[in-house]
């Protein structure tokens, strides 16, 4: 899974919310609710072309915005393959909380 030109075109749309402060910050900001929204899917991989490109800005301050949504673990960082939205996993073994009665 990997997101194209087209499907990164929405977030042109976003470009008005960079504004003045720092912009991997905002950047950071528009990708963590687009995260939240769904828009990009648990497991999908993050292309820094097209969302630089859609977002209109380079692509260091792109890389510095997924290294701020990978410290707070909404991404992940594979080496030599690319970012990718962090999915979530059940924690597999849970121990009973029933009442011993």
Do not use: C, W
């Not at 008005?16 to 950071?28: D, I, W």
């Not at 528009?30 to 097209?50: K, M, N």
């Amino acid at each position: 899974m990997s997101t194209t030109e087209s499907e990164a075109g929405g977030l042109a749309d976003d470009r008005p919310l960079l504004g003045r402060t720092s912009t991997a910050e905002r950047v950071a900001d528009i990708l963590r609710t687009r995260i939240a929204e769904g828009y990009f899917p648990p497991g999908e991989r993050l292309s820094e072309d097209s969302i630089g490109k859609a977002l209109g800005v380079s692509r260091n301050t792109l890389r510095e915005a997924f290294r701020l949504l990978t410290h707070e673990r909404l991404l992940v960082h594979q080496l030599n393959r690319g970012v990718f939205v962090r999915v979530l996993a059940v924690e597999a073994s849970r121990t009973s909380t029933a009442p011993d009665g």
